[in-house]
């Protein structure tokens, strides 16, 4: 019986030894940005480095939120995130449930249609876009860059909702009509309800997605009240200096959104991505 333990326990050597690795290739850069961005400037470029702070300073989140315009980027980019979310839930939930509701022509070639569109790299449509925008007046405008972000979100919301809804039973939605309900009715009073999960699950990679997005905002937006968080975290890459102080303190500030909607959202998140997985 020790020798099978021990067998067993030498053949999982290598898949702890990966996982070990892997922690510390994402834990450590992480770990490194929130440390330096409370060392004090005169730490901050000492040789050789400290792993811990020996002088704890919140100088740098001051001068970010006094000095520079990352205040207002944080708003800025939790309105296009929030804009950008709610609009591809609601255009990814009515196309999905149509794909696995509804027989017409041509379905399944729209379908393959709509998941290329999300594997086409956003920068083949920069050019195009811009000039798109530039005729529409919606250049510098936060509401034009939420509408830009529907290229990069609304496939793969729809393709993830479109797993979800086809592991809902149909005869639930037989029954409710049968009770007098309309297709619509349906959709808003049982199917969205038990899809909840999912479109959760949905809504955290739609906020993640454009709240991370960078060069469709450089190339959109050109006036400094309206420049992303993501903008603004430029700007201490200068070109003969980086401030490695104040850019550390506005990474932690650009990551807190994020962090806070996988916190309070990660109940969902497992159930969602798997919802799909098996059909009822």
């Given at each position: 019986?020790?020798?099978?333990?021990?067998?067993?326990?030498?053949?999982?050597?290598?898949?702890?030894?990966?996982?070990?690795?892997?922690?510390?290739?994402?834990?450590?850069?992480?770990?490194?940005?929130?440390a330096t961005?409370?060392?004090?400037?005169?730490?901050?470029?000492?040789?050789?480095?400290?792993?811990?702070?020996?002088?704890?300073?919140?100088?740098?989140?001051?001068?970010?939120?006094?000095?520079?315009?990352?205040?207002?980027?944080?708003?800025?980019?939790?309105?296009?995130?929030?804009?950008?979310?709610?609009?591809?839930?609601?255009?990814?939930?009515?196309?999905?449930?149509?794909?696995?509701?509804?027989?017409?022509?041509?379905?399944?070639?729209?379908?393959?249609?709509?998941?290329?569109?999300?594997?086409?790299?956003?920068?083949?449509?920069?050019?195009?876009?811009?000039?798109?925008?530039?005729?529409?007046?919606?250049?510098?405008?936060?509401?034009?860059?939420?509408?830009?972000?529907?290229?990069?979100?609304?496939p793969l919301?729809?393709?993830?909702?479109?797993?979800?809804?086809?592991?809902?039973?149909?005869?639930?939605?037989?029954?409710?009509?049968?009770?007098?309900?309309?297709?619509?009715?349906?959709?808003?009073?049982?199917?969205?309800?038990?899809?909840?999960?999912?479109?959760?699950?949905?809504?955290?990679?739609?906020?993640?997605?454009?709240?991370?997005?960078?060069?469709?905002?450089?190339?959109?937006l050109l006036?400094?009240?309206?420049?992303?968080?993501?903008?603004?975290?430029?700007?201490?890459?200068?070109?003969?200096?980086?401030?490695?102080?104040?850019?550390?303190?506005?990474?932690?500030?650009?990551?807190?959104?994020?962090?806070?909607?996988?916190?309070?959202?990660?109940?969902?998140?497992?159930?969602?991505?798997?919802?799909?997985?098996?059909?009822?």
């Amino acid at each position: 019986m020790k020798k099978k333990r021990s067998i067993y326990w030498l053949s999982q050597l290598p898949i702890y030894g990966f996982l070990i690795g892997y922690l510390l290739f994402t834990v450590v850069p992480i770990y490194w940005v929130f440390a330096t961005s409370f060392k004090p400037s005169t730490e901050v470029m000492s040789f050789p480095p400290t792993l811990l702070p020996h002088t704890l300073s919140l100088e740098n989140y001051v001068a970010v939120f006094t000095q520079t315009h990352l205040g207002r980027g944080v708003v800025n980019s939790l309105i296009v995130s929030l804009v950008t979310t709610a609009l591809a839930l609601f255009i990814a939930a009515l196309a999905a449930y149509s794909f696995t509701r509804f027989r017409f022509r041509g379905k399944y070639f729209l379908l393959n249609t709509v998941l290329g569109l999300y594997l086409i790299p956003p920068l083949i449509g920069i050019i195009p876009l811009f000039l798109l925008f530039n005729k529409l007046g919606l250049l510098n405008n936060l509401f034009g860059l939420a509408l830009a972000y529907q290229s990069l979100v609304l496939p793969l919301l729809t393709f993830m909702l479109r797993n979800y809804f086809e592991g809902i039973p149909v005869e639930i939605e037989e029954a409710a009509m049968i009770d007098g309900c309309s297709q619509l009715e349906v959709l808003r009073r049982i199917t969205l309800p038990l899809a909840v999960p999912g479109l959760a699950t949905a809504a955290i990679f739609a906020f993640i997605f454009s709240w991370n997005e960078f060069v469709i905002a450089l190339t959109l937006l050109l006036r400094e009240d309206l420049k992303t968080v993501q903008l603004v975290i430029m700007e201490f890459v200068k070109l003969h200096r980086i401030e490695w102080g104040q850019l550390t303190a506005a990474m932690v500030v650009g990551m807190v959104p994020v962090l806070i909607v996988i916190i309070f959202a990660q109940r969902y998140l497992i159930s969602g991505l798997l919802g799909g997985a098996t059909k009822s």
